[in-house]
Structures are given as structure tokens and as C-alpha cells.
């Protein structure tokens, strides 16, 4: 198994959007933590499963099973960092700015 670094960024996205379905529906909120979770412990296991990002030099991303947003990483040789748990319908490039 990988290792795996998270951005603090990626972790407040996470954060938020686990907050944002919590007040709609507690079981949603969970059920996105553990897509999450599982979708990490994927890539951990297998670093090269997300598609590369036509654009983004050496960046992937996977989609987290049953809602709409991304983790977004990049692959190093002990493992991997989780750049942005992004949503799908939130402007693409977002993560890159400084």
C-alpha cells in the first residue's frame, strides 16, 4: 500500500461537503465519508487507477462512487497526494490557483 498525503485543502473540501449533506440527510453525509474513504484506500492500494487529467502534467483524479465530486492526486514513487476533493461542477482548475 501507498502512502498517502492529503493538502490540508483537500481535507477542509472534504470537510465541507460531508457538513453540506449532513444538514440535508445524516445518512448521505455518511455514505460520502465512506466513498471517500474506500475511493483513497483504492487509489493507496493501486496509484495509477485514476484517469490522467488532459492538462494537468502528471495529475489524476477518481471519482468517488455515488457523488458527484473527484479526489483529485498526483502519483509519486512512496505514494500518493490528494490535491482536491473536487466537485464535478465546480470550475476544473480551481486547485491550481495559488
Same mark, same amino acid.
Given at each position: 500500500m501507498s502512502r498517502v498525503r492529503v493538502l490540508r485543502r483537500a481535507v477542509?473540501?472534504?470537510?465541507?461537503?460531508?457538513?453540506w449533506y449532513a444538514e440535508r440527510d445524516l445518512r448521505a453525509a455518511e455514505e460520502f465519508r465512506i466513498a471517500l474513504d474506500e475511493?483513497?484506500?483504492? &487509489? %493507496?492500494?493501486?496509484?495509477?487507477?485514476?484517469?490522467?487529467?488532459?492538462?494537468?502534467?502528471?495529475?489524476?483524479?477518481a471519482r468517488v462512487r455515488g457523488f458527484p465530486f473527484?479526489?483529485?492526486?498526483?502519483?509519486?514513487?512512496d505514494g500518493i497526494t490528494v &490535491? %482536491?476533493?473536487a466537485h464535478q461542477k465546480r470550475n476544473p482548475n480551481y486547485w491550481r490557483e495559488p
Open positions: 477542509l473540501e472534504a470537510t465541507a461537503a460531508s457538513d475511493t483513497v484506500a483504492n &487509489l %493507496a492500494e493501486l496509484p495509477g487507477s485514476g484517469h490522467l487529467w488532459p492538462g494537468h502534467e502528471g495529475v489524476r483524479r473527484w479526489v483529485v492526486y498526483e502519483e509519486f514513487a &490535491l %482536491a476533493i
